[in-house]
């Protein structure tokens, strides 16, 4: 299974700012995921982000609030902007296994609160 | 769409009791399925999966038998520990873009 690595870790940001959170992973993989996790909810599908195109967003979840950048195989960021508390949420990237069961790793997680 | 519907919880269990947490889906096509459990604190983690009709999934004591004829994906445990205490999310994947799926995931507690 793959190694993925978020930063950071957690944060408490001010309303109207915006916080890039970095996803890294160990190999090689060709989709990875941003999910948003509100309190106490469920996940939540953001975006899927392949290297080389734009990121795909879920219903309701738009480009302007939660820029995605996909540089490499390796690496991804997903930017959360003009935040307000709406936004405190736990956000998780994850790859694709690449196996035909289709399960998905993910990452520690970004705790963000916003103030 | 595809959704994800789990028993209601919170659960709280004695330990060395039977656990059982309900999951049922509605998906076109034929998708695999997972559990995926939350330790306090920690990030999720896979438990198991099954990806066809009448797979059992199994994984530290738990198992998961995918019901196709139900739509059902039961997760058991002969015998809960205070370790298993977590949140547990049932999910499915479809096969064409590879997303997941979740229900609303349970809180399980288990006391000494």
């Known amino acids: 299974s793959a190694v993925i690595s978020q930063k950071p870790s957690r944060d408490i940001c001010q309303r109207g700012t915006s916080l890039t959170i970095q996803c890294q992973v160990d190999?090689?993989?060709?989709?990875m995921f941003w999910y948003r996790q509100q309190p106490g909810q469920s996940l939540t599908l953001i975006a899927t982000?392949?290297?080389?195109?734009?990121?795909?967003?879920e219903s309701g979840f738009v480009i302007d609030k939660f820029p995605i950048s996909r540089p490499n195989l390796t690496f991804s960021t997903l930017t959360v902007s003009n935040m307000s508390p709406e936004d405190s949420s736990i956000y998780l990237c994850?790859?694709?296994?690449?196996?035909?069961?289709?399960?998905?790793?993910f990452g520690p997680g970004t705790r963000l609160t916003v103030t | 769409g595809d959704s994800v519907t789990q028993m209601e919880g919170p659960v709280t269990l004695s330990e060395e009791a039977f656990l059982t947490i309900n999951c049922t889906y509605t998906?076109?096509?034929?998708?695999?399925l997972f559990w995926y459990v939350q330790y306090p604190g920690e990030g999720l983690q896979l438990l198991l999966k099954?990806?066809?009709?009448?797979d059992k999934g199994s994984n530290k004591g738990f198992e998961a038998t995918y019901r196709k004829e139900t739509t059902s994906f039961h997760l058991e445990k002969g015998s809960v520990q205070v370790s298993d205490s977590a949140v547990y999310f049932c999910?499915?994947?479809?096969?064409?873009?590879?997303?997941?799926?979740f229900g609303q995931g349970t809180i399980l507690t288990v006391h000494p």
């Open positions: 994850s790859v694709h296994s690449g196996t035909d069961s289709y399960e998905q790793y």
């Open positions: 190999s090689q993989v060709t989709m």
């Open positions: 982000a392949n290297q080389g195109s734009e990121a795909t967003y």
């Open positions: 998906a076109t096509g034929y998708p695999s």
């Open positions: 099954a990806t066809k009709a009448d």
């Open positions: 999910a499915l994947s479809d096969r064409s873009y590879g997303k997941l799926t």
